[in-house]
């Protein structure tokens, strides 16, 4: 009989179904100072496990100028838990001299390994069987702070989308500060300059060096509401274990008249210009490799 081993990897981005299990998710490092971070693993399991931990890029992450991968240090990077136990890895980031202040990011894998070797021994001929077992990987994100941090984006391409049934208020984000930026939208509806009623909506996380197309669905629009009045904020969780909560800081506030878009239009409108972005990468991209045979030959 030959027994044939079929591993399978599933990435995790949770704990929620991974049978082993990492704390904390988030790591949050001052690159002004040395410190080590405990970050413990447990394995519930009655099968012993084969850990193996290692940095990886953030796929969202355009350029390598703000990964903080390749300057965290993790002892031990293999790990054997055994059935029913927990384990402390410590983590350290020797970041590079002459750094600049802001945020920087990583994910940090714990990956699980085969922990036997298996050798196929053929016993009955025609008769074979399968065994699958699965692995899981967890990605831990770590931030890295340097210096002050800069809260700053651009709002645009606001828009009033519907579908006859629901409106939804579409903008763009762009993030242009030095850290994530995490915004809400304080929105006060008027009709004939009159005020009318008022809501708060979360339009979303921006990462550094990034932009977000955010849509957001309303809740009061009633008929014959002809603007918003839009306030635009910005949080930061309490990092003290005394205090919980938020700090929340304003960034600025718009007028908006309400021109209403059927959602065919939008989505017609959002299908050329993902086109006319891909046509600009497409050249943007040949120009590089236009520009790298150049600098080949010279």
Do not use: C
């Not at 029913?84 to 994910?107: C, Q």
């Not at 009033?160 to 006060?188: H, M, Q, R």
């Amino acid at each position: 009989m030959k027994k044939i081993i079929i591993y399978i990897y599933l990435l995790m981005i949770s704990v929620l179904y991974a049978d082993f299990e990492v704390a904390p998710k988030i790591q949050k490092i001052d690159l002004d100072r040395s410190s080590t971070k405990k970050i413990h693993l447990k394995n519930p399991t009655d099968k012993l496990k084969k850990l193996k931990i290692y940095s990886e890029r953030p796929k969202d992450q355009k350029t390598k100028d703000f990964y903080m991968g390749d300057w965290i240090i993790v002892y031990p990077k293999i790990v054997y838990l055994k059935p029913k136990s927990k384990k402390i890895i410590r983590m350290a980031a020797r970041p590079p001299k002459g750094l600049a202040d802001g945020e920087y990011r990583s994910h940090l894998v714990i990956e699980e390994l085969p922990v036997q070797v298996y050798n196929n021994v053929e016993e009955n001929k025609g008769e074979k069987s399968v065994e699958v077992e699965i692995f899981y990987k967890i990605l831990s994100t770590i931030y890295g702070y340097k210096g002050k941090l800069e809260y700053s984006g651009i709002f645009d391409g606001f828009k009033f989308v519907t579908d006859k049934k629901k409106t939804y208020l579409v903008s763009k984000i762009t993030n242009t500060g030095t850290t994530a930026l995490e915004v809400y939208y304080k929105i006060t509806y008027y009709k004939d300059m009159k005020e009318l009623k008022s809501e708060e909506l979360r339009a979303g996380k921006v990462m550094r060096e990034n932009y977000l197309d955010s849509i957001l669905e309303l809740n009061n629009v009633s008929k014959g509401v002809d603007k918003i009045t839009l306030g635009i904020y910005y949080r930061v969780n309490k990092d003290s274990y005394e205090e919980e909560g938020y700090e929340e800081f304003k960034l600025g506030e718009k007028t908006i008249p309400i021109e209403k878009t059927s959602i065919e239009e939008f989505l017609k409108e959002l299908k050329e210009k993902n086109k006319k972005e891909m046509g600009k990468e497409k050249i943007e991209g040949k120009n590089k490799e236009e520009k790298s045979e150049e600098e080949k030959d010279s």
